[in-house]
Each structure stands twice: as C-alpha cells, then as structure tokens.
C-alpha cells in the first residue's frame, strides 16, 4: 500500500513538471516583447515591455519589465489552454510625470488583469475579460 502510494505521488509531480515544460515550450520564454497595442490604441510609441523567464527556483515563471517610469516584476502562471495569470506583481519606486504614472498603473492594472494568451506569428497576445494587450518582439536595446 505505501509503495502504491509512493507511486502515485512520484507520478503526480513528474506530471506536473512535464505539463509545465510543455506549456513553456510553446510560450515564448527569455524574449523581450514591447506592447504594441493596449485595448486597440496604439502604445508603440510608450517603453512598456514585459520577459517571461523560468523562476530561479524551477518552480514556474517570473515577468519582468519596464512600465513606463518603473520596473516590475511579478509570478507568472502559464497554462495548457492558453491560461496565464499574473501575481505578486511588485514595482521599484520612482516618481516620475503624473502622465506616466497614470499609463503605468493602468498597464499594471491591465497586466494583473490577464487570463489567456496566444501567439500569432511572432506577435504575443495577451486577453483578460475587457481587455487585450499585443506585444512584439523588442529590440536589443528596448529596457526590461
């Protein structure tokens, strides 16, 4: 019985890493995307940037990036069936603009907001329920 039940719990945790390496081998990891478009407003010309890396821990993803005034990072969930999730989402503290503060609380805002996630060609889409953000592909030089 306790083999048995050894058996399944060896078994429960291999497949749980091998759905995680699966979901991350489709979501496109350690690359810089820059937001292109939020709710259908173009957003190109504003540095929002979001990278998507393995937890040092090897337990699932950490978001990284450039919010318009300061950097964030935050837990990241990546699911089969397209699910995503953002959470213990944390800022440095600069002030900066009003104007830029404003688009950064509102793309953090969005960010925590998003459910699901989708890759068309090499353009990353993010959905939650009111709202979609679409990323491209950064530059070398885009900040984190």
Same mark, same amino acid.
């Given at each position: 019985?306790?083999?048995?039940?050894?058996?399944?719990?060896?078994?429960?945790?291999?497949?749980?890493?091998?759905?995680?390496?699966?979901?991350?081998?489709?979501?496109?990891?350690?690359?810089?995307?820059?937001?292109?478009?939020?709710?259908?407003?173009?957003?190109?010309?504003?540095? !929002?940037?979001? /990278?998507? @890396?393995?937890?040092?821990? &090897? =337990?699932?993803?950490?978001?990284? %990036?450039?919010?318009?005034?300061?950097?964030?990072?935050?837990?990241?969930?990546?699911?089969?069936?397209?699910?995503?999730?953002?959470?213990?989402?944390?800022?440095?503290?600069?002030?900066?603009?009003?104007?830029?503060?404003?688009?950064?609380?509102?793309?953090?805002?969005? !960010?925590?907001? /998003?459910? @699901?996630?989708?890759?068309? &060609? =090499?353009?990353?889409?993010?959905? %939650?329920?009111?709202?979609?953000?679409?990323?491209?592909?950064?530059?070398?030089?885009?900040?984190?």
């Amino acid at each position: 019985m306790r083999r048995a039940a050894l058996y399944c719990l060896l078994f429960g945790l291999f497949a749980q890493f091998a759905w995680a390496e699966e979901a991350s081998r489709r979501f496109p990891l350690e690359q810089r995307f820059v937001v292109t478009y939020l709710n259908g407003q173009d957003f190109a010309s504003k540095p !929002l940037t979001l /990278m998507i @890396r393995r937890d040092p821990g &090897g =337990r699932g993803f950490r978001g990284v %990036g450039f919010a318009g005034c300061n950097t964030w990072t935050a837990r990241i969930d990546i699911g089969d069936a397209d699910r995503f999730a953002v959470s213990e989402l944390g800022t440095t503290r600069k002030f900066c603009h009003r104007d830029r503060m404003k688009t950064e609380s509102e793309f953090l805002a969005i !960010l925590r907001s /998003m459910k @699901r996630w989708r890759v068309d &060609g =090499r353009t990353l889409v993010l959905m %939650g329920d009111n709202s979609t953000l679409v990323l491209s592909p950064a530059s070398r030089t885009a900040q984190i």
